[in-house]
């Protein structure tokens, strides 16, 4: 069973199009997370959930929207795709430790899904 | 926010030779993970080093806190070895990554 799952493996649309990629995880960990690897390899958060909540939001442009329905899946919602927004985007997930919004530093090894990469047209 | 540096960005290496990536990082950190990322663009972990020294086959990986770096050993190093290896610390919730070191292992 793969751990951290996220599909499509490839998208391929048109500029202006809407589009979603769909994360879920089998690890039962709290926080999940969206990153995004442009063209020079650089990986880059983009927004991390904790249990459902929202914890980090950088600053991504708001045509970006993540929805997590429960703690194992967070879905990344495009709108208004742009040339620009072509890369890889890669789901993680890592648990968090109890008490508080900071997980305990050694609970806290992310794991990576296979990543979809989306080009625009 | 915290700077990770690795060096060196890219590397040739023969089959068979050793090497070792370098990650420096420019404020304390509670975690610290190495990952390769293949040729089809995966993202493996290799190791979870916040501190010390770790090993698992041909790779150990050394993490001095105190002095913010982390080194990563390639020894006899294949060709499935090839990819960028990246470096990444934790701060709040997310990794923050290095722009990586460059791997090509030729025959």
């Known amino acids: 069973d793969t751990a951290v799952s996220q599909t499509p493996k490839y998208l391929v649309t048109q500029m202006g199009n809407d589009k979603s990629i769909k994360c879920e995880q089998n690890?039962?960990?709290?926080?999940m997370y969206w990153y995004k690897q442009d063209s020079k390899k650089f990986l880059k958060i983009m927004f991390s959930?904790?249990?459902?909540?929202?914890?980090i939001n950088e600053t991504v442009p708001n045509r970006f929207s993540p929805k997590s329905p429960d703690k194992a899946h967070l879905n990344l919602h495009i709108n208004s795709l742009e040339l620009g927004d072509s890369a890889v985007y890669f789901c993680?997930?890592?648990?968090?430790?109890?008490?508080?919004?900071?997980?305990?530093?050694?609970?806290?090894?992310?794991?990576f899904g296979a990543g979809t990469r989306l080009s625009v047209l | 926010g915290i700077q990770v540096e690795q060096s060196p960005p890219d590397l040739i290496l023969q089959e068979g030779a050793n090497s070792t990536l370098r990650c420096n990082f420019s404020?304390?950190?509670?975690?610290l993970q190495w990952f390769h990322q293949n040729p089809w663009g995966q993202l493996i972990n290799l190791f979870y080093?916040?501190?010390g020294t770790k090993q698992n086959g041909r790779l150990s990986a050394t993490t001095v806190a105190t002095e913010r770096y982390s080194l990563l050993y390639i020894s006899s190093s294949q060709t499935t070895d090839s990819g960028v290896y990246f470096c990444a610390v934790v701060t709040g919730y997310a990794l923050n990554f290095g722009k990586g070191t460059s791997l090509l292992v030729t025959p």
């Open positions: 959930y904790n249990n459902k909540e929202l914890i």
């Open positions: 080093i916040p501190s």
């Open positions: 404020d304390s950190v509670n975690n």
């Open positions: 993680a997930s890592s648990p968090v430790g109890t008490g508080g919004l900071l997980p305990y530093a050694q609970e806290n090894i992310q794991y």
């Open positions: 690890l039962g960990h709290d926080t």
